[in-house]
């Protein structure tokens, strides 16, 4: 049996310009209706005139290994990829927003048609063997999805030397986003 | 878990049956200037989304948000849908629905009675963007003038490094900023400009561990990147550019066997800056000595690899392409003159040009006051609109360009156009000029029309096709069918071939391609060009000298400054911040802000604020508030107010292109502030008529 993929991303935010072309490239590969998005940037400014420090962030879905959206979902709407990946079925969520209370990183929003939606990391276009729409339009080669099960050495090769900062693994959730300060 | 898969797979399985319909189109974005190369994705006749060519050299597969969400544009809601003629219907004027034949022949009507009864030249093209290529054409076999936007944008650098290196920067940038060791930006906002290849390039450099220096009023995204950020006082640049000039030749760190054998007027450029010492430049521009000198000898130790950006929009003081100077003969002593990192000079695809014939007119040919424009100066145009000197100017056909915000000066923008007999708007949505037309002819967007090949100076030669995606939505044409019906109005029947198809492939025949070709692959290319000098080679540069001129034999000979030379900027009235602008990464200009998609990700320009100044003037964050200007004039908008560290406190920053005021952009209307509104004072470059625009000054009023 092939060996099973664990999906990760990996953000270098010192190349990310905060341009945003990763939530619209999202919003139109998914079909994310006005007003909502799977991905977006924050900003944050620290420090005091004239000695600043800027980040910049683009986040999304963790795709959490030991995901609060899946445990507290009544329907088994959201559940494990199988490749690493969190995903929702939309046919059998029933809006009830328990995995939007659930979710610390504030991933999710309601889709007008009633469901549960969010970051699926493309996963249509990963069966097609393409990278997520945000790691392919992105212009400063900031995104990086990479297989933490795979042996080609990426994630390694891209964190080797770097802080690597993680979000809220207090709460236990072994999220999969790896931001590279 | 297995049945939520089986599912998942059934859903998905669905989908690709309906994605069947689906067809991609390569084809060159319009969204900003920049023309990279972009695959649109049609399914069921829709656009519904829009990447990066792989093949395309300024893409390379990735894209901005603005290009990717330039269908936002093609479906926009409020575009120019059939030809419009103003009337007058009793007593109150108002457009009309009219045909292309009638509004075609009224417009060329009134060009040819204006051009008998005023002669050649009364005629003027202000255009902006590459669309306008055949209405180029026209004019030149017309004998009417057309200008481009070059005095408000990038002049000024092409025409300082004309003059220094005997070629200018062109666009895209001939910098190599992915290879810079050691990058310095002076008031360019990389990563806000979202030039897609400039920001990958900027991202590279960072990535290749590039050491950046931004210096800038406001804490800029490249500001965030910097190890060191020079919040310099607004109008000083000159100083502290003269002050590193002074250091690299008085400590000896330039590149001594370079300027040696490539350059002429070292010492009397030593001689012009005498006066730049570290301790009088820190007194003019806030920087403390220590950085200037410090900057200095890490440029010294970078040399060939160490970059000043040139910048894009240089268009601020009017000593713009003085400064401009100061920054080319810097770059000139680093020798980084076609070395890694540096300056350099690309080449085009070059597919030949077809002869078109060109319109005699004697005496009426335009030559600028300024000497050394090397385009024609809208605002010069402008002048001579009001002033009828030395000819009158009496129709305007004004193409993809919105004045009222763009040049300035707004009442003298209104002041020409009251002078005008006849004027006719090219564009694709309503724009505040559009209002002021007889004719309005909508054109089709980029995504439903051929353009010219895009056969540009690049690092990559290649020549790129913008081709229509999907059928015209509405009764709208191409810039070449308007080109086209208005040069048989006029009497050209054999400027154009009968469609754009024949003229397209008759150009690529020359190439040995063909429109089939092109239209497939959407880009032909040639290998990149081994740009960097060789060891043996002697250069040789288009100046009078040959060589690059440190001091200018022709800036002398006209009786300008041969070194450039420190003017003190003006002062800020008591009570007043100067007012800076630039760009956002989701937005070109005003062109976008009524595109939905865009909106979404940037709906509104806010007012930076510094804290300090905040409190002051006892400011809210999120309050909105009007401006008033040093000449008592009134933005049109409310502008909401956002405090900042990341601003000095002397000076407000909002992005440009917000504060529409025509009712019909439903999505821009009357979001944000336009600069435009309140940039009433220009200050023009008396070497080729660039209109500063930043010695304006505001101050808050909560009242309407």
Not at chain 2, 247 to 269: A, H, M, Q, S
Not at chain 2, 320 to 334: F, M, P, S, Y
Request: hydrophobic content about 35%.
């Amino acid at each position: 049996m092939a060996r099973k993929r664990k999906y990760a991303m990996i953000i270098d935010t010192k190349r990310c310009v905060g341009c945003s072309a990763c939530v619209y490239a999202c919003k139109s590969e998914n079909n994310v209706p006005e007003g909502f998005c799977r991905d977006w940037i924050v900003q944050r400014i620290e420090g005091d005139y004239p000695k600043l420090t800027m980040l910049n962030r683009s986040e999304r879905c963790q795709h959490c290994e030991n995901a609060p959206c899946v445990s507290n979902c009544p329907t088994t709407a959201s559940h494990y990829g199988g490749d690493g990946t969190v995903q929702i079925e939309p046919d059998l969520c029933t809006g009830c927003k328990a995995c939007i209370a659930a979710c610390p990183y504030d991933a999710r929003y309601i889709h007008p048609e009633g469901y549960a939606d969010k970051c699926s990391f493309c996963q249509h276009r990963l069966k097609q063997g393409l990278k997520p729409a945000c790691v392919t339009v992105c212009p400063t080669k900031t995104l990086h999805l990479v297989d933490l099960n795979s042996n080609d050495g990426e994630a390694e090769k891209l964190m080797r030397g770097r802080e690597v900062v993680q979000d809220k693994v207090h709460a236990g959730t072994m999220p999969k986003l790896f931001w590279l300060m | 878990m297995a049945g939520g898969s089986l599912s998942f797979n059934q859903h998905k399985s669905l989908k690709a049956a309906q994605t069947s319909e689906e067809k991609v189109v390569p084809t060159l974005c319009e969204l900003c200037f920049w023309r990279c190369g972009v695959n649109a994705h049609v399914r069921d006749g829709k656009v519904y989304k829009i990447t990066g060519q792989e093949q395309h050299p300024l893409s390379n597969g990735r894209l901005c948000p603005r290009g990717t969400g330039g269908h936002g544009l093609l479906y926009d809601p409020n575009r120019l849908k059939h030809p419009l003629i103003r009337e007058k219907v009793n007593g109150k004027e108002m457009f009309r629905k009219a045909d292309w034949e009638e509004a075609i022949t009224l417009v060329a009507d009134n060009f040819m009675r204006i051009r008998e009864e005023y002669g050649h030249g009364s005629v003027v093209t202000f255009t902006h963007g590459f669309g306008a290529s055949f209405l180029k054409i026209l004019c030149a076999s017309c004998g009417m003038i057309s200008a481009p936007s070059y005095a408000q944008c990038r002049g000024p650098r092409e025409d300082a490094f004309k003059l220094t290196f005997g070629h200018s920067v062109g666009s895209p940038e001939a910098l190599d900023i992915k290879n810079s060791q050691y990058l310095v930006l002076i008031g360019t906002h990389l990563g806000e400009n979202m030039h897609n290849t400039a920001v990958q390039d900027f991202a590279d450099a960072i990535g290749n561990g590039c050491r950046i220096v931004v210096v800038d009023p406001r804490f800029s995204t490249a500001a965030g990147k910097a190890e060191r950020w020079l919040p310099i006082r607004p109008g000083t640049d000159m100083a502290l550019l003269r002050a590193w000039i002074r250091i690299l030749i008085e400590e000896e760190l330039y590149d001594r066997p370079f300027v040696e054998e490539n350059t002429v007027g070292l010492e009397e450029v030593r001689e012009g800056v005498q006066d730049a010492t570290p301790e009088n430049t820190a007194a003019l521009t806030g920087i403390a000595a220590e950085d200037i000198i410090a900057v200095a000898r890490d440029l010294g130790r970078y040399k060939n690899h160490a970059l000043i950006h040139p910048g894009r929009r240089v268009t601020w003081y009017g000593d713009d392409t003085q400064r401009e100077r100061a920054i080319a003969i810097l770059n000139a002593l680093l020798g980084n003159y076609r070395r890694p990192g540096g300056l350099f000079k690309q080449n085009k695809y070059g597919v030949p040009k077809p002869k078109f014939p060109i319109a005699i007119v004697g005496e009426r040919k335009f030559v600028s006051r300024y000497p050394f424009a090397s385009s024609v100066p809208a605002s010069e145009i402008l002048q001579q609109t009001i002033t009828s000197d030395p000819w009158p100017v009496k129709g305007w056909m004004v193409y993809g360009t919105n004045m009222i915000h763009s040049l300035g000066n707004q009442a003298q923008t209104i002041e020409a156009l009251n002078q005008l007999e006849f004027m006719v708007a090219i564009d694709v949505l309503p724009m505040e000029i559009t209002s002021y037309a007889d004719v309005i002819l909508p054109e089709h967007t980029y995504l439903e029309r051929y353009d010219d090949l895009d056969d540009r100076s690049f690092r990559v030669p290649y020549v790129g096709l913008r081709q229509p995606v999907v059928p015209p939505l509405y009764d709208t044409k191409s810039g070449y069918e308007i080109a086209k019906m208005l040069s048989e109005k006029m009497g050209k029947f054999d400027l154009f071939p009968d469609d754009v198809e024949t003229y397209l492939d008759g150009r690529l025949r020359e190439v040995n391609s063909s429109l089939a070709e092109i239209k497939e692959k959407g880009v032909l290319k040639k290998p990149e060009m081994d740009f960097y000098r060789k060891p043996w080679e002697s250069l040789k540069f288009r100046t009078p000298s040959g060589k690059i001129e440190l001091a200018s034999s022709k800036l002398k000979a006209s009786g300008f400054d041969a070194v450039p030379r420190y003017t003190p900027p003006q002062e800020n009235p008591p009570g007043y911040f100067r007012l800076l602008f630039g760009r956002a990464p989701m937005h070109t200009f005003g062109r976008t802000a009524n595109n939905r998609f865009l909106g979404e990700l940037m709906p509104e320009n806010e007012l930076w604020v510094n804290e300090i100044t905040g409190k002051d003037m006892k400011l809210k964050p999120g309050e909105y508030v009007y401006l008033i200007n040093q000449d008592g004039v009134k933005s049109k908008t409310p502008i909401k107010i956002r405090l900042t560290q990341r601003i000095r406190p002397d000076s407000v920053y909002m992005v440009h292109g917000f504060g529409h005021t025509h009712p019909e952009l439903e999505q821009a209307f009357g979001r944000g502030a336009s600069d435009a509104d309140l940039i009433t004072h220009l200050d023009i470059d008396p070497i080729m008529g660039a209109t500063g625009m930043q010695n304006n000054f505001v101050t808050f009023t909560r009242k309407a």
